[in-house]
């Protein structure tokens, strides 16, 4: 049977693309929760979302999820910017990235009715983010990144790091001379 839904989920794929910037094949996109600006959202091949996604792209806003890529149910992810998520990562359930922040000097104005302001974020090739993690707007993960579950992430954090905490925070650093990973002291 799961592999009749995921069929199906090609064929979704497929039947969706032209809708798309981009949405090569073969790639899958389980049923969306909502999508906002799909033509600027640029999917590789051999990219996998499972069902519950909800993507915005806000102004000049374009999303790129490269080749490899596997993103679990319930995610959401909303941008203004360019926002990439590099080839061979894995997403897991429950998951926000953004690079928007909302405006809230201005006490007599609601913040929805403030501006949305933009910073930086992106995802490094192959790297990892457990169930329930926050990535923030103005986070940038180097390649090999692993964010453990629940993590609220921002920042910027070198390749083959490991994130984890409230606020997150290197935990871990992968050594290449010794090939092992070594803790990080506070």
Request: aromatic share 8%; with cysteine.
């Amino acid at each position: 049977m799961p592999n009749l839904r995921k069929t199906w989920w090609a064929f979704r794929a497929l039947v969706l693309s032209p809708t798309f910037g981009r949405l090569k094949m073969p790639s899958y996109l389980g049923p969306t929760t909502f999508v906002l600006g799909s033509r600027k959202i640029f999917i590789d091949r051999r990219v996998r979302i499972f069902p519950g996604l909800r993507a915005e792209t806000h102004a000049n806003g374009r999303l790129f999820i490269h080749e490899d890529v596997t993103i679990g149910q319930n995610f959401l992810v909303t941008c203004m910017g360019d926002l990439h998520i590099g080839s061979g990562t894995t997403i897991s359930g429950g998951v926000l990235v953004t690079d928007i922040d909302h405006e809230y000097r201005d006490v007599n104005l609601p913040v929805h009715k403030q501006p949305m302001i933009y910073s930086r974020s992106e995802l490094g090739r192959n790297c990892f983010v457990g169930m329930g993690a926050r990535l923030q707007a103005g986070t940038v993960l180097g390649d090999g990144c692993i964010v453990g579950s629940n993590a609220v992430v921002r920042g910027t954090f070198p390749p083959h790091s490991v994130l984890a905490g409230v606020p997150a925070r290197i935990v871990k650093r992968y050594n290449p001379e010794t090939e092992k990973w070594d803790r990080v002291s506070r």
